[in-house]
Structures are given as structure tokens and as C-alpha cells.
């Protein structure tokens, strides 16, 4: 028995443009300071044929050095055309011909990948779209060993900005799942909404979330490395731990001290055995400023410690009775909360 298998492709003419076959992007055409535009047209509403399927891919491959800025722009027509979406960090959304509201761009950062599903059914009804993909430059930064005894690891994203690229990037590797809080500063957290986080390295992303699904939670990965992008020149202090350090805590955050700024930060014990821990860091120099602690509790068993809070950590300071201010020439150290409800300030030294 002979099975003849007859594809015949027909090639509709819709206006005086041919119908998409899927031509995905090239690799050529991914280099930086390039706009492709897809299915073709230079950014307008292009034409899909009926029955049509196709999944674009759109990635920016580590070797290109190039992050991209995706435009999707929706003109469906058909009740039962869509267009499905789904991002770098796996968040997906369907498109109709009603839905209004569409992200004025989506992001695809260095070595990650996002695809835009494009439906028509059956009947030709009219429907149109464009997705439009600049590719800029994404400069991965370094590859940074977790220290560990009592270094505190500690970095500031926007000490990697360099007036050229979209992204900057900063990977720590370690020897376990590493904990990463945002270091919050007087003027409250980083507001970015173009900034990532990858569970892995660049080149091996086990997850990728948006900055600000993650920031406000604490944020464990499950590989061994953490990968951070910025896209903002504003200050973008983190605080890594290795989890083993930070899953002692039922609360653990850290602070970015700045001088003449006094900021504010309140602990409590919220039930008996309730351990907290705030790293407090002097990203720009040493010298930090305990200026005032407010006890609010009948007892207090809080300390300040060196480095971060570890079995290696040695008592700097008992907070029950401490006189302020209180000078550490220090760049960093952490407060532990054994059982105490109360708030103090810091500040960088002034130099
Ligand atoms: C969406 O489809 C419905 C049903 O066919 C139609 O009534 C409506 O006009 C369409 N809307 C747009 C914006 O095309
Ligand atoms: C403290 O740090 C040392 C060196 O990094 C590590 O071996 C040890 O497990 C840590 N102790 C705790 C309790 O996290
Ligand atoms: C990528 O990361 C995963 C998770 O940490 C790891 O299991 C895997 O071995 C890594 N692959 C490579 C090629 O490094
Ligand atoms: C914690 O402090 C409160 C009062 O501040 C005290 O009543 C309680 O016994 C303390 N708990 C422990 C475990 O020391
Ligand atoms: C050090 O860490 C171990 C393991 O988590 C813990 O059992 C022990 O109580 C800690 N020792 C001190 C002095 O904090
Ligand atoms: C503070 O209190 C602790 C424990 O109660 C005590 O060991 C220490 O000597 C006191 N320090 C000062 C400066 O009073
Ligand atoms: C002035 C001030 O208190 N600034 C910040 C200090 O840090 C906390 C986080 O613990 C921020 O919420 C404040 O905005």
C-alpha cells in the first residue's frame, strides 16, 4: 500500500500581500541597534490569512549580546481569532479582538526566550497584527563567587551602568540555593518595572521572574546561582545569603544605609521563637551610623552582629542596654531579633 502525501500550499493574496507562511527572525538579523518586524511592513497591521497557526519565537541569544524590546500590536477582527502570549518568565495571556490594554512592550533578556502564538480560524474575517522586535545591547556582567565565613555578599547594580546598554547583569554562583533580598534605602525600593531576576546564570536559566513579582517575598532560588538585570541607572542594591544562612529566619531583609538619611526600621518577636534578622549595608563606604533604638518591649534579646547572621557571627553590640549613637567602622553587619519589638535608625558615616 502506498500512502501519497499531496502538501499543497496555496498562497492566498490578501490585498496585494502574501499570505505568512511563519518565517521566524533570523539569526542574522539579531545584532544590536536591528528592528525586525514581523510578518513584514515596516510596524503596520499586517493581514492574517484564515487558518493560520503560528508560533513565533523570540530570543536573544547569549552570543549576540542583545536583550530585545518586543512590541505586539493587536488587530483581530474574528470573534474566534487569538493571539497567545507567553513571556520570558512564563506569565501567558490570550488576546481577542475586544481585549484592550495590551503591555506596551514585552522584554526578552539575554538568553531567554518569549513566543507569540498567532490563531486565525477558518473563516477569513479580517484580522490583522504586527509585532515589532528591537534588539538592543544587553551587557552580561561578571560571574561572582558567593563568599562565605563572615563576608557579606553584596552588590549594587548600578555601579555595572554604562550609558550604552539596556541591561546590565550580575550573576553570583554558590555552593546551594541562594536567598536575595532588595537592599531598601531611604527612598524606599527600587521602582523598575524592566528589571529581572534568574533562578541560574545567563547562560543557564532555570526560571526568570520580573523584579517586582519577587521583591516584596522573600525570594529563594532552586539552583545554585542567581542572575540579576537592571535596565535603570538608579541605585539597585542586593543582599545575597546562602539559604542554609537565611533559613533560620522567619524574617530576614536588608537595609542600604545612606549618609546624612537617617532610615527607619522596626522589628518584632510575632510569636515565641520568632527569629529576625536585618542585614544593614554601606554600599558607597565604610562607616555605619546606629543613630537611635526605641525598645517598645518590657524585655529585649536583640544584638547587633558582624558580617552576615551566621553561627560565625560574632555580638558587636546588645541592643537591651546599648547607649546611641553608636558608630561601627564597619561596611556592613546584621541585627538579630531573638525576642524584642522595637525600631532603630541608620545612616552612613558622612565623609
Ligand atoms: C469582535 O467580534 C465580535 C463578534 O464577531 C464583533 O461583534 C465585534 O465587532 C468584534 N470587535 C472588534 C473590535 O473587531
Ligand atoms: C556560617 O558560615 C560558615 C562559613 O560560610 C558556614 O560553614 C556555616 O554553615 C554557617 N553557619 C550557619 C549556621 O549558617
Ligand atoms: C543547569 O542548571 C540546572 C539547575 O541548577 C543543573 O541541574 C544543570 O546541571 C545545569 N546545566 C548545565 C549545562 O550547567
Ligand atoms: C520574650 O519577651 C517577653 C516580654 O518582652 C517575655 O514575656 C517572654 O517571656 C520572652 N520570651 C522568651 C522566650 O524569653
Ligand atoms: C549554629 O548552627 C547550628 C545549626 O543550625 C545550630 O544548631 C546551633 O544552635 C547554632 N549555634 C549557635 C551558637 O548559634
Ligand atoms: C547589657 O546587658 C547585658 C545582659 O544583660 C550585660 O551582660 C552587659 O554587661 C550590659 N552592658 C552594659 C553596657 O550595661
Ligand atoms: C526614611 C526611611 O525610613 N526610609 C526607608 C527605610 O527602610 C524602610 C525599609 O525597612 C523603608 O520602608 C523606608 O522607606
Redesign the pocket.
Known amino acids: 500500500m502506498y500512502l501519497t502525501t499531496t502538501v499543497v500550499l496555496i498562497l492566498a493574496i490578501i490585498g496585494g500581500t502574501v499570505a505568512l507562511d511563519c518565517t521566524q527572525i533570523l539569526d542574522s538579523e539579531i545584532r544590536i541597534g536591528n528592528t525586525v518586524f514581523i510578518p513584514g511592513g515596516s510596524g503596520e497591521l499586517q493581514p492574517i490569512p484564515a487558518n493560520f497557526n503560528c508560533v513565533y519565537t523570540i530570543k536573544a541569544p547569549i552570543y549576540t549580546g542583545t536583550a530585545a524590546i518586543v512590541t505586539l500590536k493587536n488587530g483581530l477582527r474574528g470573534v474566534n481569532d487569538y493571539i497567545l502570549v507567553t513571556e520570558q518568565d512564563g506569565h501567558t495571556k490570550t488576546i481577542y479582538n475586544r481585549t484592550t490594554g495590551i503591555p506596551d512592550h514585552y522584554t526578552v533578556i539575554t538568553a531567554a526566550e518569549m513566543t507569540i502564538q498567532v490563531v486565525t480560524r477558518s473563516v477569513f474575517m479580517g484580522s490583522k497584527f504586527s509585532i515589532t522586535v528591537q534588539y538592543q545591547s544587553s551587557n552580561v556582567g561578571p560571574n561572582i563567587q558567593m563568599k ?2 563572615g563576608d557579606m555578599n553584596f552588590f549594587d547594580l548600578s555601579t555595572l551602568r554604562d550609558g550604552r546598554s539596556l541591561f546590565n547583569s550580575v550573576t553570583f554562583v554558590g555552593t546551594e540555593p541562594i536567598f536575595m533580598s532588595l537592599a531598601i534605602g531611604p527612598n524606599g525600593a527600587l521602582d523598575c518595572w524592566d528589571c529581572f531576576v534568574v533562578d541560574g546564570t545567563v547562560s543557564n536559566q532555570t526560571r526568570v521572574y520580573r523584579l517586582d513579582d519577587i521583591s516584596m517575598r522573600p525570594f529563594v532560588t532552586t539552583s545554585n546561582a542567581i542572575t540579576i538585570f537592571t535596565s535603570v541607572d538608579d541605585f539597585f542594591g542586593v543582599v545575597l545569603n546562602p539559604v ?2 537565611s533559613s ?1 529566619f522567619q524574617s530576614l531583609y536588608s537595609l542600604a544605609t545612606v549618609p546624612v538619611e537617617d532610615n527607619e526600621s522596626a522589628m518584632r518577636t510575632f510569636y515565641p521563637g520568632f527569629l529576625g534578622a536585618a542585614e544593614v549595608v554601606n554600599f558607597d563606604s565604610t562607616g555605619i551610623i546606629m543613630s537611635r533604638v526605641t525598645i517598645m518591649s518590657p524585655t529585649c534579646e536583640a544584638y547587633v552582629v558582624s558580617g552576615p547572621p ?3 557571627s560574632t555580638v558587636l553590640l546588645d541592643l537591651s542596654n546599648a547607649t546611641m549613637p553608636h558608630n561601627f567602622d564597619l561596611k556592613y553587619f546584621s541585627v538579630i531579633n531573638k525576642n524584642c519589638t522595637f525600631e532603630f535608625e541608620v545612616r552612613s558615616y558622612n565623609d
Open positions: 562565605t565565613g542554609s544562612e533560620k551566621n553561627n560565625s
